[in-house]
């Protein structure tokens, strides 16, 4: 007898959670499309290469997405929406990453399940950005440009300011050109000062097109010291079309201590395992060099 009361027990609870199951209601989310992001900056987005957007809804973390995109929410009426604008940090997919020198894109919007809202966010830079140099020297489209130095030992060499294949098809870039007979070409940018407070991020943008590999150094001295300790930051492949990337070199000007810095470019011919070279010419182009810090 207990064994078919416990049996009964049993199946009356089972019953009874189903039917519990049955009446609770399914949520329904709301759903933020995220539009890519314009830009109130020199350049406007054209000149940036911001790819994703980093949600947060009522203070919440909701992930990073590569724009546009469609996001499934569970929220209902008033929400405060942030969306940061993001970058992929040193030009690698593997490090997405939020882009601190730009401002989160903040507002209110009235969130309705099983309703889209179209989100259009907007940046700038920071208000607390500290420009290493005007942004118009670094476009070298203006009277007053980024100063750049020779720095290899072949006086044939050189680099040129060129309206030929510009970024954008406007303005002037920097063409640096090597061949069997020069193959080599160093250039350097004048010195700055960076923070070297960890605390302080710093960043790089910059634009180029090239169809041969170069490497970009840091270099840096302290006092009065024309000895450079010199850092090697990245190798560009190359790249049919224009493109951009953003360097976070804070931990660079971090390890290194010194007073002032340089962006130092480096372009060689490539060679092949015998010695001989893969390819008789080549070009790099430069263009917008910004260097940011808090």
Not at 79 to 98: A, H, Q, R
Not at 131 to 157: H, I, K, Q
Not at 160 to 165: I, N, P, Q, R, V
Request: aromatic share 12%; with cysteine; glycine share 8%.
């Amino acid at each position: 007898m207990k064994k078919h009361i416990c049996y009964f027990s049993c199946l009356c609870a089972l019953t009874l959670l189903a039917s519990a199951c049955k009446d609770k209601a399914e949520a329904i989310p709301a759903y933020l499309q995220l539009e890519p992001f314009a830009v109130n900056a020199q350049g406007g987005a054209a000149g940036q290469k911001i790819t994703d957007g980093w949600l947060y809804v009522n203070g919440e973390f909701l992930g990073a997405y590569t724009l546009p995109a469609t996001v499934p929410i569970l929220a209902d009426g008033e929400s405060e929406v942030w969306v940061f604008p993001g970058v992929k940090k040193n030009g690698l997919v593997e490090t997405p990453d939020i882009y601190s020198m730009m401002k989160r894109d903040d507002r209110d919007y009235n969130l309705t399940p099983g309703q889209t809202t179209v989100i259009q966010p907007i940046t700038d830079y920071d208000a607390n950005t500290v420009y290493a140099w005007d942004l118009n020297r670094g476009s070298f489209d203006g009277g007053t440009v980024l100063l750049l130095e020779a720095r290899d030992d072949d006086p044939v060499t050189n680099f040129a300011l060129t309206s030929d294949g510009a970024f954008g098809g406007v303005g002037r870039s920097v063409s640096m050109k090597v061949d069997t007979a020069h193959a080599l070409i160093e250039i350097a940018v004048e010195q700055v000062p960076l923070p070297t407070a960890g605390a302080q991020e710093t960043w790089l943008e910059i634009h180029y097109r090239n169809d041969v590999p170069f490497e970009l150094w840091l270099l840096g001295t302290r006092g009065l010291s024309t000895q450079e300790l010199s850092q090697a930051v990245y190798y560009f492949n190359t790249s049919d079309n224009w493109n951009k990337t953003y360097f976070n070199l804070t931990e660079f000007v971090v390890a290194m201590q010194q007073d002032k810095y340089r962006l130092f470019f480096r372009v060689a011919l490539p060679k092949d395992a015998a010695g001989k070279y893969t390819q008789t010419e080549g070009t790099v182009r430069l263009d917008n060099i910004r260097l940011l810090h808090f």
